[in-house]
Structure formats: structure tokens, C-alpha cells
Nanobody
Framework: VQLQASGGGLVQPGGSLRLSCTTS????????LAWFRQATGKEREFVAA????????FYADSVKGRFTISRDNAKSTLYLQMNSLQPEDTAEYYC???????????????????WGQGTQVTVSS
């Protein structure tokens, strides 16, 4: 599965961005999809996940209430709507997918099978 993330950019604090992640040649049927981010000098961290068989998404506490993950399976597109962005949200954002991940491993980067290239989000005035 090849994943392509887009939608990053420079935004002022309090602003919004929507990231997209698409796949070519395959659909998202049966896949758990997630967003991770990695700030300079820091480890990759979980942001949000959407399981195929579960309509309730999972969020990191740091983004809960501000970010929304959604998926359009017909378009094979994953989204991350980011509102009320803060400087600490600055990072490279990655989309990832897995067909066999278990719920307890959703926050573990090594548990995912496929990764797209990142898209940079910079929150600065």
C-alpha cells in the first residue's frame, strides 16, 4: 500500500489545516488508518487512529477536542482536520495503515505496516 500525505503548511496559532492521505492502486477496505507526527529531535508520536470495524476514533490526549480524524473509504482518503493549532503542534505528520493491528497497539509506530511520506505542519506567528 502506497500512501501519500498532503495538506501541510504554515499557519498562525489558532488556525486550522486539513491533512489528506490517499492511496494508489488499493482501497482502505479492512485497514486501520492513523496519523502520527514527529517534531524535530523528538520521537514519532501517535495523533489519531480510525479502525475499519469501529466507528469510534482514537485520539492522543494532546489533540482531543481540536483534531478530527475521518475517512472516505469510497475515495480511499484519510483526513485529519486540525483546529486551534498551537506551536507545539509543529511537526512532520505521517499517515500509516495496518490490516492486523490490535487496539492496544494503536499508539505504537512499529505496529503499523505501511507509511506515507510526511507533510510538514508549522504553527508560528
Amino acid at each position: 500500500v502506497q500512501l501519500q500525505a498532503s495538506g501541510g503548511g504554515l499557519v498562525q496559532p489558532g488556525g486550522s489545516l486539513r491533512l489528506s492521505c490517499t492511496t494508489s492502486g488499493r482501497t482502505f477496505t479492512g485497514y486501520t488508518l492513523a496519523w502520527f507526527r514527529q517534531a524535530t529531535g523528538k520521537e514519532r508520536e501517535f495523533v489519531a487512529a480510525s479502525k475499519w470495524a469501529n466507528s469510534n476514533p482514537f485520539y492522543a490526549d494532546s489533540v482531543k477536542g481540536r483534531f478530527t480524524i475521518s475517512r472516505d473509504n469510497a475515495k480511499s482518503t484519510l483526513y485529519l482536520q486540525m483546529n486551534s493549532l498551537q506551536p507545539e503542534d509543529t511537526a512532520e505528520y505521517y499517515c500509516t495503515a495496518s490490516r492486523s493491528i490490535i487496539t492496544s497497539n494503536l499508539r505504537v509506530p512499529s505496529a503499523y505496516d505501511y507509511w506515507g511520506q510526511g507533510t510538514q505542519v508549522t504553527v508560528s506567528s
